[in-house]
């Protein structure tokens, strides 16, 4: 993990916001950049080789998932970049005083990506990234229970909401199961299971790794997407980022014995068929 809101190794630093490194034998991917360019820095600290990172996935369109794309770019201006075309949508958050605040990409992400000789890559169905590696593309919202996890607009006004439709996961598949990486789960934690099933044919998500979005939860959803993960029969979970103190702190109780930290310079290492 190259960014995340916590540290606990010397010589690295933290931010708000996610950023995962991933290696699939020769293929180097990034999932999502973190809100600055913390993503390069840890990534030297960590001595990460950069160069050979072929592709960028962006997992929803907000600017502590997008904001280190302009240095990121600048290491590897190849690399191909996944999004889902609302990611460019204007987008504002309004906290509890009612007060409206911009939380898009800066313009001058969108020009870095924009700029780019190849373009980018639109995703939103499924979509394969390298070999065994796909982005889920639009997520289908069935479950009555879970949201899009706060207040979220595409007006500085506040009166058209989004759903945040670009959310989306990134899953590896390991051959007898799938390892499912989680910007936010905008689109739900439960419902993301629920499709990666679909899209795998059944296969079972042995881990589970990444933002959750349940800050602002009630507890009935903390409690059935605890029902769903049990269900699940994970191996490992990792809440980070935006899972929340107290989800996480239930969801560590709930699930001890798999239940893992996902800080900055956490690794986690799997093995495919």
């Not at 949508?89 to 309004?94: A, G, I, T």
């Not at 780019?116 to 169905?125: H, M, N, Q, S, Y």
Request: glycine share 10%; net charge negative; proline share 3%.
């Amino acid at each position: 993990m190259l960014v995340e809101n916590s540290v606990h190794r010397q010589g690295l630093v933290a931010e708000h916001g996610l950023s995962f490194h991933v290696q699939c034998g020769e293929h180097g991917l990034l999932f999502d950049t973190g809100q600055t360019d913390l993503a390069v820095i840890n990534a030297e600290t960590l001595r990460l080789p950069l160069d050979r990172v072929e592709a960028i996935v962006l997992s929803h369109g907000h600017y502590d998932h997008t904001g280190g794309i302009p240095a990121m770019l600048e290491v590897v201006p190849e690399a191909r970049i996944y999004l889902h075309p609302a990611a460019f949508e204007n987008k504002y958050s309004r906290n509890q005083a009612g007060l409206s605040r911009e939380i898009g990409m800066s313009d001058c992400v969108v020009q870095a990506i924009r700029r780019r000789a190849g373009g980018f890559i639109e995703t939103t169905t499924r979509t394969e990234i390298v070999e065994g590696v796909f982005a889920t593309g639009e997520i289908p919202r069935a479950t009555a229970y879970e949201d899009a996890g706060g207040a979220f607009f595409l007006d500085a006004e506040n009166i058209r909401t989004d759903s945040l439709i670009d959310d989306q996961a990134l899953v590896i598949d390991l051959g007898h199961s799938v390892i499912l990486l989680l910007g936010c789960a905008h689109s739900g934690v439960v419902n993301t299971l629920n499709y990666v099933r679909h899209l795998t044919g059944g296969k079972p998500v042995s881990a589970v790794i990444g933002g959750l979005h349940l800050g602002s939860a009630r507890e009935e959803r903390i409690e059935q997407t605890i029902a769903c993960l049990r269900d699940a029969k994970l191996e490992i979970l990792a809440p980070a980022h935006c899972t929340g103190w107290p989800a996480t702190a239930k969801l560590w109780r709930a699930f001890e014995d798999i239940c893992h930290p996902a800080s900055v310079g956490t690794v986690f290492e799997f093995k495919r068929d």
